[in-house]
């Protein structure tokens, strides 16, 4: 089962800085793209950062862009450095993971799963 655990989440002032990390387990290998999305109170979800499986091609919402950077840390871990944080990034931050997981057993068989994943989410909170 693939699970993502987020960390990194808090409470910092406007213009400060956080990092946040996912990282993903339960598969022996994969080939899927990696994603930050984040909610504010009130507020759909949206898309905040994501990254190939090889860490390339970063993509970014127009709000974080100059601010945020996403970073794959290894295969299995994911980064969301932000900086210049506003009042407006208040908000949970999801991980998120689609893409192909591969498993293998004790008997060396593999198998493989086309698998959408979303983590439990980390609070951000910026105030002054």
């Known amino acids: 089962q693939v699970q993502l655990v987020e960390s990194g989440g808090g409470s910092v002032q406007p213009g400060g800085s956080l990092r946040l990390s996912c990282t993903a387990s339960g598969f022996t290998s994969s080939i899927a793209e990696m994603s930050w999305y984040r909610q504010a109170a009130g507020k759909e979800r949206e898309l905040v950062a994501k990254?190939?499986?090889?860490?390339?091609?970063p993509n970014y919402a127009d709000s974080v862009k100059g601010r945020f950077a996403i970073s794959r840390d290894d295969a299995n871990t994911v980064s969301l450095a932000m900086s210049s944080l506003k009042l407006e990034d208040t908000a949970t931050y999801y991980c998120?993971?689609?893409?192909?997981?591969?498993?293998?057993?004790?008997?060396?068989?593999?198998?493989?799963?086309?698998?959408?994943?979303w983590g439990q989410g980390t609070l951000v909170t910026v105030s002054s």
């Open positions: 990254t190939r499986s090889d860490g390339t091609n």
């Open positions: 998120h993971t689609d893409g192909v997981f591969y498993f293998s057993d004790q008997g060396g068989a593999v198998c493989w799963k086309q698998l959408e994943v």
